[in-house]
C-alpha cells in the first residue's frame, strides 16, 4: 500500500511541478499570436543569439514552447498541407496542455509515459526544436525506417515553418546523404543507424568519410524497446573471413540423421505412454509407476515441444510425476543414468541442447576421435623439447597442431548449433525462409530483420538446415552495446506508453527518470481478465467464436499473436468461417499503413504479430462509436445483442508475451483518446510462457477447480501465476543486460582509449608528439625485455636487444663490442633512445612535413584497425570460456577484466612498435592513397533475443552467446593459407622469445 500511495504522490508531485510552466508558455503563445511568420521564424535566431550569450536552454524553454505552439496553432488554422510517405497531409493538430507538459519532462532529460494515442510524435517536436539552437544536432531515435521518414516529413513540416532544417537517416543511404542528413538542425533515424554509423565513422580512413558530428541530445521513442528490449544484445559490424572452415554442409546429414533417430526413439516410448495413460484421458485415475515416469522424463529432455507429449502433460499429476523423478535423479547425481538412452538432450529452459555418450558414438562412428581434441599443452611442450628440430620447424608443427585443434574444436560447435537449429529453432516462428534465405523474425514486433543474423555459427546451421547456401563466417570488426552507445549522449530523453514496470533498470542503467503525463480523456477501454483453456486447440476454436461474434456485431477486431506461424493458423481458421480480414506480420508488412488505417473500421478483423513498435494509431471510423446504432441494414441485429459488451476497439490477446510492457501495449491500441474499447487475453497451458515458467502451479490450480477439457476459467490466482511467470522471465532478462553492460563496460573504457587515437590520427592532430611517445615506449620496452638492471652487465642479452633494436628503428644498437660492460643500464638506454630520435628526424626531413603527416596517419590508422579487430576477437574467445573461472571460486567478472587489460596493454605495445616499425620501412615516392572506406563490404548485425532463447547458464559470469547480434557465424581471426604461428608462440627466428613479443610486433 505504501509503495502505491509514494507512486501516486509522485505522479502528483510531477504534476504540481509542471502545471505552472504549461500555463507560463500558454501566455507568451497568446502574446505571439501578433507575430507575423517571418517574425516567428526569426525568434530561432534570436534564442541562438542569447544561447551564445550565456543563457542556457532552460532559460529559454518558455518562450522556445511557445514559439512550437503557436506555429502549430497557425498551421492547423490554415490547413496547410504537404507531402507524407507520397500522400498529402493536412495539418490539424494543436498541441493539448499534456503535450506540452511532455515536451517540459523530454527536455529535462527524462522519460515521458504517454498512453497510446496521446500524441507523443507530436510532443517531440517541443524539445528538439528547443535543443537544436545549439547547432550540435537534436536526434529523435525512432524504431524502423518507416516511422523515420513518416515523422520526419509529417513533423519537419512544422519544424521547416519555424526555421529549422529537418534531416532523415535511412538504410540504403550513402554516406554523403548520411552526412547531409546528420548535418540538419534536427534528425530523425533508428537506433540501428545511429549506432551502426558510430561504428563505420571509427572505420573509415579519411576525415571527409565520417558522417556523425556530435551526440548531444536524443529523445528516444518507445524507449523501453529501444534501450531494453534490444538493449540484450550489441550491435556488431562484421567482415567476412579470406577462409571459412565451416563444415555445417559436411555436418548436416549426420546430424539430420541423429535427429530422426531420437524422433523414432521418443516416439515409440510416446506410444507406450499414451496406452498406459489412454484411461487418464477420459479422466480415470492412473498410477504412474516408476518405469513409465523415466519414460516420460526422458521424453521431456529429448522433445519437450513435441505436441504428442504436451497432450500428455496436461493429464493431472503427469508434469508432477516428472518432476519428482527429475528431482531424484538430480539428488543422487545421476542425471546421465536418466538420458542413457537419448542421443541428446534439449534444455528448453536454457536453449541449449547437448549431446549424451550415445549420440557421441552414434555421430562419431565413422571416425573415433571425432570428438577428440589434441592437448595442445603436451604436444607444444613436446615440440619445444625436440632437440632435432630446427626453429622455423618448430613453429609449423606448432602451427600444424593449433590448426588441428581449431578445425576440431570448429566441428564440435558446429554440430551443437546444427542441434539447436533442429531442436529448438521453429520455421515461421524465430524464423522464415525467403527467397532462399534464413529471415529472422523480430520476437518484439513481428517484423523481419533481413539485415541480421543470429551468432555463434547458428544462421548458418539453420541454412544447413534448410538446405539454402551456408554463407561465410565472419569476423568482428567493431561492436558496441546499445546502452554504451547511447550513454555518450550529453543529454538522453524518452518517451513511451509502458516504462513504469522498468524504472528502476532506466534509472541504474540510463540515470532516466520516468514521469507519467495524465491523458487528455479518461481512459474507456474494458480491461478483461484472462481466459484460459486447457490445449491450444481449445484456445484457439475460442478465439474464432468471439472474433465471429464480434465481427456479425459489426465491431472491429484485433487479434495480437506472438508469432508468424499463430497468425496464420488463425487466418486459416477464420477464413474457414468466411470472416474476411487481414494479416499484419512479418510476411506481410508491406502493407502495414493500409492494414493499420482500416483496422478500426465497421466489422474489421485484423491478425497482427506484436503490435509493439508498430507506431501507427488505429483510429475508429464514426460508425463505430455509434453501435448500436441504424448504420446497419441486418434485420437480425437488435440493441439487446449489445448488452454488456463494451464497444470500441476490441482486442484478443492469443498469448501472454514474455513481457508485461508488450501486453499493456497491445491493450493500449485500443481506448486512445478516451475512446471505448474492450481487451482480453486467450491462453492456455500449452502457451510456452505457461509451460516454461509457471506449469505445476497453474495445472494444481486448475485441478483443484476441477476443470475438464474444453472448459475455461477465469480466476484471480492463475492471473496470478502467469503475472508471477511473466515477472521471473523479465527478471532473467534483466540479468542478461546486466551482464552485458558489466562485461561491455570494461570493453568500453578500452574502446575509448582506441577510436580517441583513431580519430586523432584521422585529422592528424599531434602525430608527430604521438609517433615520438611510441617511439620512445618501443625502445624502453625492449630494453627492459632484454636487460635486467640488478644483474651484472655480463648477464645482458644483447645479442637479443641488437636484434630486437635493428628490427624496431632499421639500425643496429649504437654500442662497440663489449662497450656496454663500461656503462649503466640507463647509459645504455639513453644511447638507444638518442640514436632511435635521430633515425626518426631523419626519416621526417626525408619525407618532409606533408607526406610524412599523411604516412603517419596512413599508418596509424591501418595499425589501430588490425590490433583492435585482432583484440575484439581475443575478447570474444577470453569471454566465451571466463565463465568456467566460477568453479575455480573466482568471479568471472573480475577475472574477465584482470585478462583483458592485459590483453589491452599487450596490444597497446603492440600498436606502438608496429606503428614505428611500418613507418621506418615504409618509402614512399608519392602521397598514399587511402584504400576505399572498409565500411562497404561489411555486415551490420542487432539480433533481439528472448528469455527463453538465452538463459545463462549456471555459474557462468555472462550469459553465453551473449555477442550474439546474430553474426554469420563464430567470429574467427582470419585464416591463412601458409601455417600461422601463435602469438604466443616462440619467434622462428631463435630468438627464444615469444613471437608477439619479437618478430611479430
Known amino acids: 500500500m505504501g509503495f502505491l500511495e509514494g507512486l501516486f504522490s509522485k505522479k502528483r508531485k510531477d504534476y504540481a511541478k509542471l502545471q505552472p510552466l504549461v500555463d507560463r508558455i500558454k501566455e507568451i503563445r497568446e502574446s505571439y499570436a501578433d507575430l507575423d511568420d517571418d517574425a516567428l521564424r526569426a525568434k530561432r535566431a534570436e534564442f541562438r543569439s542569447r544561447y551564445d550569450a550565456g543563457e542556457s536552454l532552460d532559460d529559454l524553454l518558455d518562450e522556445a514552447f511557445a514559439v512550437v505552439w503557436e506555429g502549430c496553432r497557425r498551421l492547423a488554422e490554415r490547413r496547410a498541407t504537404w507531402v507524407v510517405w ?56 525512432t524504431v524502423n525506417d ?98 571459412s572452415t565451416h563444415q555445417f554442409s559436411e555436418l548436416n546429414p549426420r546430424v539430420a540423421k541423429l535427429v530422426r533417430h531420437q524422433l523414432k526413439i521418443v516416439n515409440d516410448w510416446l506410444s507406450d505412454a499414451e496406452r498406459t495413460l489412454r484411461p487418464a484421458l477420459q479422466g480415470e485415475d492412473v498410477d504412474i509407476d516408476d518405469e513409465l515416469a523415466l519414460k516420460l522424463l526422458r521424453i521431456s529432455r529429448g522433445a519437450p ?110 554440430v551443437d548449433q546444427l542441434l539447436r537449429a533442429y531442436s529448438l529453432y521453429e520455421k515461421d516462428v524465430e524464423y522464415v525462409m525467403q527467397d532462399g534465405k534464413v529471415i529472422i523474425v523480430d520476437t518484439f514486433t513481428g517484423r523481419l530483420q533481413p539485415g541480421r543474423r543470429f551468432s555463434d555459427g547458428l544462421h548458418q546451421a539453420l541454412e544447413a538446415k534448410e538446405g539454402v547456401t551456408v554463407q561465410k563466417e565472419t569476423q568482428t570488426l567493431a561492436t558496441v552495446t546499445v546502452q554504451n552507445f547511447f550513454r555518450k549522449y550529453e543529454k538522453l530523453a524518452g518517451m513511451t506508453g509502458t516504462a513504469e514496470t522498468e524504472e528502476a533498470e532506466f534509472g541504474g542503467i540510463y540515470d532516466l527518470d520516468v514521469v507519467v503525463i495524465p491523458t487528455h480523456r479518461p481512459v474507456a477501454r474494458a480491461d478483461l481478465d484472462d481466459v484460459i483453456y486447457k490445449t491450444k486447440k481449445e484456445k484457439y476454436k475460442a478465439i474464432v467464436d468471439e472474433v465471429s461474434r464480434l465481427h456479425t456485431l459489426g465491431l472491429p477486431v484485433l487479434v495480437g499473436t506472438t508469432t508468424v506461424e499463430v497468425s496464420e493458423l488463425l487466418s486459416r481458421l477464420l477464413q474457414l468461417r468466411g470472416i474476411n480480414h487481414n494479416v499484419l506480420n512479418a510476411k506481410h508488412h508491406q502493407r502495414e499503413a493500409e492494414i493499420v488505417k482500416d483496422a478500426g473500421q465497421v466489422g474489421a478483423v485484423t491478425i497482427a504479430t506484436n503490435m509493439a513498435g508498430r507506431g501507427t494509431d488505429i483510429k475508429l471510423a464514426p460508425e463505430v462509436l455509434q453501435l448500436p446504432g441504424k448504420w446497419t441494414a441486418d434485420p437480425n441485429l437488435t440493441p439487446d445483442m449489445y448488452e454488456g459488451q463494451a464497444t470500441g476497439l ?52 486448475m485441478d483443484r477447480l ?45 574502446r575509448e582509449v582506441i ?6 590520427a584521422l585529422t592528424g592532430e599531434g602525430m608527430d608528439e604521438q609517433y615520438q611517445d611510441f617511439l620512445e615506449n618501443a625502445v624502453q620496452t625492449l630494453f627492459e625485455e632484454c636487460i635486467n638492471p640488478d644483474e651484472a652487465p655480463d648477464f645482458w642479452d644483447m645479442n637479443r636487444l641488437a636484434l630486437l633494436y635493428q628490427g624496431l628503428v632499421l639500425a643496429p644498437v649504437p654500442l662497440k663490442d663489449e662497450e656496454h660492460l663500461e656503462m649503466g643500464h640507463e647509459a645504455v638506454l639513453d644511447r638507444l633512445l638518442e640514436t632511435a630520435r635521430g633515425r626518426y628526424r631523419d626519416k621526417m626531413l626525408r619525407l618532409g612535413p606533408d ?34 573461472r566460477s568453479y575455480g571460486q573466482r568471479d568471472p567478472l573480475v577475472e574477465y577484466k584482470a585478462e583483458s587489460f592485459r590483453l589491452f596493454e599487450g596490444m597497446m605495445g603492440g600498436i606502438e612498435r608496429s606503428a614505428i616499425n611500418l613507418f621506418f620501412r615504409a618509402e614512399l615516392a608519392a602521397p598514399p592513397q587511402p584504400a576505399a572506406p572498409e565500411v562497404q ?33 563464430k567470429p574467427r581471426p582470419v585464416q591463412r593459407d601458409e601455417p600461422k604461428v601463435g602469438r604466443n608462440d616462440p619467434c622462428p627466428c631463435g630468438s627464444g622469445r615469444k613471437y608477439k613479443r619479437c618478430c611479430g610486433a
Not at 119 to 137: D, E, M
Not at 167 to 183: F, H, K, S
Not at 313 to 336: H, N, S, Y
Not at 361 to 373: A, M, R, T
Request: glycine residues 8%; negative net charge.
Open 86 to 141: 507520397g500522400s498529402d497531409m493536412t495539418w490539424d493538430m494543436i498541441p493539448y496542455d499534456v503535450q506540452v507538459m511532455g515536451g517540459i519532462v523530454l527536455h529535462q532529460g527524462k522519460i515521458a509515459e504517454m498512453a497510446t494515442g496521446e500524441g507523443k510524435t507530436l510532443v517531440a517536436i517541443f524539445p528538439l526544436y528547443l535543443n537544436s539552437v545549439p547547432g550540435r544536432g537534436a536526434h529523435l531515435v
Open 146 to 243: 518507416y516511422l523515420a521518414k513518416r515523422d520526419a516529413q509529417w513533423m519537419g513540416g512544422v519544424l521547416e515553418f519555424l526555421g529549422c532544417s529537418v534531416g532523415c537517416i535511412q538504410g540504403q543511404m550513402t554516406p554523403e546523404e548520411r552526412r547531409e542528413a546528420y548535418g540538419k538542425d534536427v534528425t530523425y533515424g533508428t537506433n540501428n543507424e545511429f549506432g551502426f554509423d558510430y561504428l563505420r565513422d571509427n572505420m573509415v580512413v579519411q576525415p571527409e568519410h565520417l558522417v556523425h558530428r556530435d551526440f548531444f541530445y536524443a529523445i528516444v521513442d518507445e524507449v523501453d524497446s529501444v534501450l531494453i528490449d534490444e538493449a540484450r544484445t550489441p550491435l556488431i559490424i562484421s567482415g567476412a573471413v579470406d577462409k
Open 305 to 414: 515441444k513435441n505436441p504428442r507429449f504436451r497432450k500428455l502433460a496436461q493429464i493431472p499429476g503427469v508434469l508432477e510425476r516428472i518432476q519428482r523423478t527429475e528431482a531424484a535423479f538430480m539428488k543422487d547425481k545421476a542425471m546421465w543414468e536418466a538420458d542413457a538412452d537419448l542421443l541428446y538432450v534439449v534444455e528448453e529452459k536454457h536453449h541449449s541442447v547437448d549431446l549424451t555418450e550415445r549420440g557421441r558414438e552414434l555421430l562419431g562412428s565413422e571416425e573415433k576421435e571425432f570428438f577428440v581434441l589434441p592437448d595442445l599443452a603436451e604436444e607444444a611442450g613436446r615440440i619445444q623439447g625436440d632437440e632435432t628440430l630446427a626453429p622455423p620447424e618448430k613453429a609449423r608443427q606448432l602451427a600444424a597442431i593449433e590448426q588441428q585443434y581449431a578445425l576440431k574444436n570448429e566441428r564440435i560447435s558446429n
Open 650 to 701: 476490441q482486442i484478443i490477446g492469443t498469448e501472454r508475451h514474455e513481457s508485461r510492457r508488450i501486453d499493456r501495449q497491445l491493450r493500449g491500441r485500443s481506448g486512445r483518446q478516451g475512446d471505448p474499447g474492450q481487451a482480453i487475453f486467450f491462453l492456455s497451458l500449452e502457451d510456452d510462457l505457461m509451460r516454461l515458467f509457471s506449469p505445476d502451479r497453474i495445472i494444481k490450480v
Open 706 to 750: 476441477g476443470v475438464q477439457e474444453g472448459e475455461v476459467i477465469t480466476h484471480s490466482m492463475v492471473t496470478k501465476a502467469i503475472e508471477k511467470a511473466q515477472v521471473r522471465v523479465e527478471t532473467q532478462n534483466y540479468e542478461i543486460r546486466k551482464h552485458l553492460l558489466e562485461y561491455d563496460d570494461v570493453v568500453n573504457k578500452q
Open 755 to 760: 577510436y580517441g587515437l583513431r580519430r586523432d
Open 851 to 884: 607526406l610524412a603527416l599523411k604516412l603517419q596517419k596512413f599508418v596509424l590508422v591501418q595499425i589501430l584497425d588490425e590490433h583492435w579487430r585482432d583484440h575484439l576477437n581475443e575478447l570474444i574467445m577470453l569471454r566465451s570460456g571466463i565463465g568456467l
Open 937 to 969: 563490404n561489411v555486415q551490420t548485425r542487432h539480433q533481439e533475443v528472448s528469455a527463453y532463447e538465452h538463459a545463462p547458464a549456471a555459474g557462468d559470469g555472462a550469459p553465453a552467446g551473449v555477442m550474439n547480434a546474430g553474426s554469420e557465424g
